[in-house]
């Protein structure tokens, strides 16, 4: 079992930026793949990125490629997420995910979720 607390999550002006925080507590968090998702309102829940255990291997989603960074620290057992240069289309509650699966792009991949955190992007 892996519990996973979102932070960071804030009203930003557009251009600016803001890095996302989620801290796992329960086993084994380095051997976890995990992932940040986003939903905005009446839209379904979109894949923005995803670290494999060690870090070695990341994807973005098309859509945030350039501006936003992942990263985690197993030390710590928090992975991150560097967004710059935010527009109004990022707004949205950013949920963290993990998995004991192969890093995926996928919802469905992941078993275990945070609460999320709203981040609001102002034109």
């Known amino acids: 079992q892996v519990q996973l607390v979102e932070s960071g999550g804030a009203l930003v002006q557009a251009g600016g930026s803001l890095r996302l925080s989620c801290a796992a507590s329960?086993?084994?968090?380095?051997?976890?793949?995990m992932g940040w998702f986003r939903q905005a309102p009446g839209k379904e829940r979109e894949f923005v990125a995803a670290?494999?255990?060690?870090?070695?291997?990341?994807y973005l989603a098309d859509s945030v490629k350039g501006r936003f960074t992942m990263s985690r620290d197993n030390a710590k057992s928090t992975v991150y997420l560097q967004m710059n240069s935010l527009k109004p289309e990022d707004t949205a509650v950013y949920y963290c995910?993990?998995?004991?699966?192969?890093?995926?792009?996928?919802?469905?991949?992941?078993?275990?979720w945070g609460q999320g955190t709203q981040v609001t992007v102002s034109s």
């Open positions: 995910a993990a998995t004991r699966r192969v890093v995926t792009r996928t919802r469905e991949g992941y078993d275990y």
């Open positions: 670290i494999s255990w060690s870090g070695g291997t990341t």
């Open positions: 329960g086993r084994s968090f380095s051997s976890h793949s």
